[in-house]
């Protein structure tokens, strides 16, 4: 292969000084042009053994894993119409490279028969786990099933993609078509400056040119930035319900109606499941998950409603109470909710996001950050020794070493918001993995780091919100499991092969450590005062995060029973309608009833155009997960750091090493001594009484 293209130059870090969109297609080119003829040569050479089979797969992927890596990375991050054009240019030939990869039959065949056969003892439990979730990936994908039934299964694949991708745009024209318009005083009453100058934009969007912030006019739609918010702070009781009904109705009529959609998804999806040897849908997801069957997830959901539901119920009551005692006159109804809940909120804690900030400088919080990570896990991250390359002035490149002064891993964060070019949201991205290559070198793994959060200002730091703080944890914490990773098989090392339902075990346990009082308070130092956050403050933040957690738990848990119930118990050739399923599912888990008219399954687009179909459940799992692994913290004493050190040397001996080289219970039993307790996450949320 020329090594004159930077994206071709796999062994080293990416060379981002150089890089740019015109690499793109020659490096894919090229790279095709000889993983094409080479797949063939290896499917007629493949042998039932780990040398013969997954060795040689390795070296075909690892150049397009680490070139398109680099491509995808830069087109989230420097989203310039060059990027963009060249992404989805070659996007086609990848995926379609990679399903002849996943869907060969004579590479399932040798990996079957090593399964079966003698060699099978040879590997060790990471080549088996590697195997099997090869060989269930192949299978799901509807190798080696007869050819008739193959047939089937493809002509579902195809028609699922499609339904999918209608639903999903009939909820985004539907959510686009509507607009509230508002043009007087009273119509914004109660609306944030920052809501105003966002209507205002959307009024512009919808012809009001000369419109304001100030005098308007303004356009709420159903998007959330703007519906969100406005739910929130509107007191026009009248608007809310407006916007409320046309939220629940979204493509639910007219030719953009998804209530087809939903029973033509259902039948297939069944059927797909009996054609792969499942009874039900339910079961091919969690085939690939943690959770080992639909009863698992149904004895989660029961154990958390159970507690749940009656506090919720009481949360309702104390809002309702506090709604009549603040002038409310009308029984509250679903559009009150938020609103009620908002203001309630103030009352109680009397801060507000801008309170915060001041606080939270960014290179501040990051030392405090790296601190932990050090007091955690005895690692050390600062700027690496030589210069490496960026993609953005933003970007700041790190190195982790171990506590005997040995490089670890590289990462890059890139910080702050650039909405022109940069995808909004956050996220951890694994470029590389650790690997031993055949010679016995270790090759240390590489990630990036993206968030969103408020940029510096003239000479100010950027100031984070404390939901920025949070997220920058979360990331960091997906960051920590794929580097920190002792495996050296890069399929199964940091997060690669980790079950979808626990992937979120780390990061979410990273955002516990934004309520420890000492890292918190060590990590805050005021703009202009140089003072750390007050103590009161401190505690209304920590208070105010169970605030309606009943509530906000039975939100997440009706929409957790509803996908598990629609694609496991539900049939479609039966009398119920899934509206009706709804109803029947809601009666228990919704404190409110569904109003007459609502249809909110035809926006559900979690279920039935995300991936999250038989996996909702999985958000309430993970987080089950990194409450009782954080709970081994707090049982060991969070003020008694020679146990902190201790029990965060274990995390990282296990769950952070392990990656996907162990199934997620084994690794959750390694460091918690027993099976995840959902009980821990109740008394985390204040649910549940403390014991003792
Ligand atoms: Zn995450």
């Known amino acids: 292969m020329p090594t004159d293209n930077p994206l071709l130059q796999y062994q080293a870090l990416p060379r981002f000084d150089c890089i740019l969109p015109e690499h793109a297609q020659p490096a894919i080119e090229t790279i095709l042009a000889y993983a094409e003829p080479s797949l063939a040569k290896i499917e007629q050479s493949v042998t039932p053994t780990w040398k013969g089979a997954i060795l040689p797969l390795r070296k075909l992927l690892e150049p397009l894993d680490f070139a398109w890596g680099v491509i995808t990375h830069l087109h989230s ?7 963009r054009t060249a992404h989805d240019a070659l996007q086609p030939s990848v995926i379609a490279f990679s399903l002849r990869v996943n869907q060969s039959d004579s590479i399932y065949k040798a990996l079957k028969t090593l399964r079966s056969g003698t060699a099978w003892s040879t590997l060790d439990e990471t080549q088996q786990r590697i195997v099997a979730a090869s060989l269930l990936d192949a299978e799901l994908a509807g190798v080696g099933l007869p050819n008739e039934k193959r047939e089937r299964f493809n002509t579902i694949k195809r028609e699922l993609a499609l339904t999918s991708t209608q639903f999903s745009n009939n909820v985004l024209d539907a959510t686009k078509a509507f607009a509230l318009n508002l043009q007087t005083q009273a119509d914004i009453a109660g609306l944030p400056k920052s809501l105003l100058a966002a209507a205002s934009e959307a009024a512009k969007l919808a012809g009001s040119e000369t419109s304001t912030a100030e005098i308007g006019p303004w356009v709420i739609t159903l998007e959330a930035p703007l519906f969100v918010p406005f739910m929130q702070y509107s007191t026009q009781r009248d608007h809310r319900e407006t916007l409320y009904r046309a939220f629940v109705t979204r493509a639910s009529s007219g030719d953009g109606d998804n209530t087809p ?65 603040h002038g409310e006159t009308k029984t509250l109804m679903n559009w009150d909710v938020a609103f009620w809940s908002d203001h309630m909120r103030e009352t109680l804690f009397e801060f507000t996001d801008e309170d915060l900030r001041p606080y939270f400088q960014f290179p501040r919080v990051l030392e405090g950050l790296f601190d932990l990570a050090h007091n955690l896990f005895g690692i050390t991250i600062a700027p ?14 790190f190195t982790i070493k171990d506590a005997s002064g040995a490089d670890m891993a590289t990462f890059y964060l890139d910080p702050y918001s650039r909405p022109a070019t940069k995808r909004g949201g956050a996220w951890m991205n694994a470029l590389r993995p650790r690997q031993q290559t055949p010679d016995g070198k270790i090759t240390l793994p590489v990630a990036t780091m993206v968030c969103n959060q408020t940029r510096p200002s003239n000479d100010k730091p950027s100031l984070m919100t404390f939901n920025e703080v949070t997220t920058l944890f979360h990331e960091f914490g997906h960051t920590l499991q794929h580097l920190l990773t002792t495996v050296n098989e890069p399929e199964a090392a940091g997060i690669h092969n980790v079950e979808w339902d626990a992937v979120e075990l780390p990061s979410q346990f990273m955002e516990n450590w934004c309520y420890h009082r000492p890292t918190l308070i060590r990590m805050s130092e005021h703009i202009d005062t140089g003072e750390p956050l007050p ?81 909702y459940y999985s958000y309430k799992w993970a987080e089950v997960l990194s409450a009782d692994a954080f709970g081994a913290f707090v049982e060991a004493g969070l003020n008694d750091n020679d146990a902190i050190i201790q029990t965060g040397q274990r995390f990282r001996d296990t769950i952070l090493a392990a990656g996907g080289s162990l199934h997620p219970m084994d690794v959750f039993k390694s460091f918690r001594g027993r099976e995840p307790d959902p009980n821990t996450l109740l008394r985390h949320q204040g649910l549940l009484e403390k014991e003792g």
């Open 77 to 83: 991050v420097m989203n310039t119409t060059e990027w």
């Open 261 to 325: 959609l939903i029973d033509t998804t259902l039948k297939l999806r069944r059927e797909m499941a009996e054609i792969l040897g499942y009874t039900t849908y339910a079961e091919v997801s969690l085939a690939q998950k943690m959770a080992d069957s639909p009863s698992a997830v149904d004895a989660m959901i029961e154990r958390l409603h159970s507690v749940a539901a009656p506090a919720a119920q009481r949360e309702l009551e104390e809002l309702r109470r506090y709604a009549a005692q």
């Open 384 to 397: 690496p020794e030589s210069e490496i390359p960026v993609w953005h002035e933003d970007v700041r490149p």
């Open 535 to 615: 103590e009161a403050l401190y505690q209304k933040l920590y208070r105010a995060r169970t605030f309606l957690a009943g509530s906000s738990t039975m939100r997440q848990l009706l929409f957790a029973a509803l996908d598990l119930e629609l694609h496991h118990r539900y049939r479609a050739d039966g009398t119920l309608t899934p509206d009706d399923v709804k109803r029947c599912i809601g009666s228990k888990f919704s404190l409110m009833p569904f109003i007459e008219q609502d249809r909110f399954l035809c926006g559900f687009s979690h279920i039935f155009a995300g991936g999250y179909a038989a996996g």
